[in-house]
């Protein structure tokens, strides 16, 4: 059973900054475009940044453009999401996927809370 791990979500106030952590089998990270979405309660699962697997060509979402970054680091099949500049609208579960052939793999989630 494929399993990619999410770390690194926890309570913040506004202003601050979560990095978020996914990891994954090397052999479907290598080749992977990663992903991170989030699910707020009530809401739909919307993407929030992505990264290409080789080139590293990455896409952030308008509403966190500035704020967010994603990187990864192909060594320790391992992407991230850095969060700055945190603001309540933030609060969610956040997933992180890898779309591969096809495919999608997903984490289990990690809940990010952005008090005001």
């Known amino acids: 059973q494929v399993r990619f791990v999410e770390s690194g979500g926890g309570l913040v106030h506004a202003g601050g900054s979560l990095r978020l952590s996914c990891t994954g089998p090397?052999?479907?990270?290598?080749?992977?475009?990663m992903g991170w979405y989030r699910q707020a309660p009530g809401k739909q699962r919307e993407l929030v940044a992505q990264?290409?697997?080789?080139?590293?060509?990455?896409e952030i979402v308008d509403s966190v453009k500035g704020r967010f970054t994603i990187s990864r680091d192909d060594a320790k099949s391992t992407v991230y999401l850095q969060m700055n500049s945190l603001k309540p609208d933030d609060t969610a579960v956040y997933l992180c996927?890898?779309?591969?052939?096809?495919?999608?793999?997903w984490g289990q989630g990690t809940q990010v809370t952005v008090s005001s």
């Open positions: 990264i290409a697997a080789l080139n590293g060509s990455a």
């Open positions: 090397e052999h479907i990270f290598a080749f992977a475009t």
């Open positions: 996927n890898a779309h591969v052939l096809g495919y999608d793999y």
